[in-house]
């Protein structure tokens, strides 16, 4: 039987608390994947391997562990030994890793994201059965012949591209913004066969994972447009670029559908003609950016703000790239 390899990289899931009655008190990233894998007895029987690829609680998420990820992923997936990969990581940037690890992806096996809203100590920890899932789904989706990254997170499956964060506390605290999931575990079981999938699993089209090859990325910074954005953030980000690291782009998470305050505009119109690139996302929550006939910025489409910021720190590698 071909292997999953499972990356471990830290977050809640590998949380530990001293009090199980108050288990909102613990400290991210403490325990290995191999201690994760050891408690799930359902995996006893699989073909897993397991590396520890960082240990932090992904609110520190950072191009260097990216960069790990990527070079972890680029070595397991061209393994013919190994059918999938699952990710063990943090809540609170999943949606960019996600998303990056999509847009990288350049494969034909499955990437399995998961993580736990709850510690491992915690008498209802939610890691266990989601680790469980996201094997699972690695498995079945290579039986199908299919790649793409996706997360699995309280019984449902969720595009990578798609997938983000909306609530704090909530243990089903991940959707998919106007996308649906690939598959709801809680009502379908496993999914077995193509039948088992609602929707198409997300392409392996990437961009590679060579490009994370660049030792420090283009700074692209996300600000903000609400009542009183005078621009001033935006020129003191300016001003405070070097030679060795200029502001290269700015992710504008705009009110509405985009919509930009007038006296930040005008900061950003400043900014522009510096060269910095300016992308409009949106703090709402649902709908994202469409664009539009006449539209100054290009818009983000449903992306959030951050998983925006990935996206134009890739554009702009992409840029600087040699012609090839
Ligand atoms: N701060 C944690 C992290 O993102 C939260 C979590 O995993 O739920 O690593």
């Not at 029987?45 to 960082?54: D, G, H, K, R």
């Not at 405070?240 to 782009?249: A, I, K, M, V, Y």
Request: with cysteine; net charge negative; aromatic share 4%.
């Amino acid at each position: 039987m071909r292997k999953v390899v499972i990356l471990g990289t830290g977050g809640t899931i590998a949380g530990t608390g001293s009090d199980p009655a108050r288990s909102w008190h613990y400290v991210a990233a403490q325990r290995d994947v191999g201690e994760l894998l050891a408690a799930v007895p359902e995996l006893a029987a699989e073909a897993l391997e397991w590396m520890q690829v960082a240990q932090i609680d992904s609110k520190d998420m950072r191009w260097a562990v990216w960069q790990a990820l990527a070079a972890a992923l680029d070595q397991a997936l061209a393994r013919t030994d190994v059918a999938g990969v699952v990710v063990t990581h943090g809540t609170d940037t999943l949606e960019e890793t996600a998303w990056l690890l999509q847009a990288l992806h350049d494969g034909r096996k499955p990437v399995v994201l998961t993580a736990a809203m709850r510690p491992a100590t915690a008498p209802d920890a939610d890691g266990p059965a989601n680790l469980r899932d996201a094997v699972r789904v690695a498995r079945a989706a290579a039986e199908d012949g299919l790649g793409g990254v996706v997360a699995v997170l309280g019984g449902r499956v969720w595009p990578g591209a798609a997938v983000r964060k909306v609530h704090t506390l909530a243990v089903d605290a991940f959707n998919g913004g106007e996308v649906a999931p690939l598959a709801d575990l809680r009502e379908n079981g496993m999914p077995c066969g193509a039948e088992g999938w609602s929707r198409p699993w997300p392409p392996c089209d990437g961009m590679g994972w060579s490009r994370m090859s660049v030792a420090e990325p283009p700074r692209v910074e996300v600000i903000t447009s609400h009542a009183d954005a005078d621009g001033w953030v935006v020129d003191a980000l300016c001003a405070h670029g070097t030679p060795q690291s200029p502001l290269r782009g700015l992710i504008v998470a705009g009110t509405g559908h985009g919509t930009v305050h007038e006296a930040l505009e005008a900061a950003l119109r400043r900014a522009e003609a510096q060269g910095v690139a300016v992308w409009r996302s949106t703090r709402v929550a649902k709908g994202g950016v469409m664009a539009r006939e006449g539209d100054r910025w290009p818009a983000c489409g449903p992306l959030t703000p951050a998983q925006a910021r990935v996206a134009l720190v890739l554009a702009l590698l992409q840029k600087q790239r040699p012609a090839e």
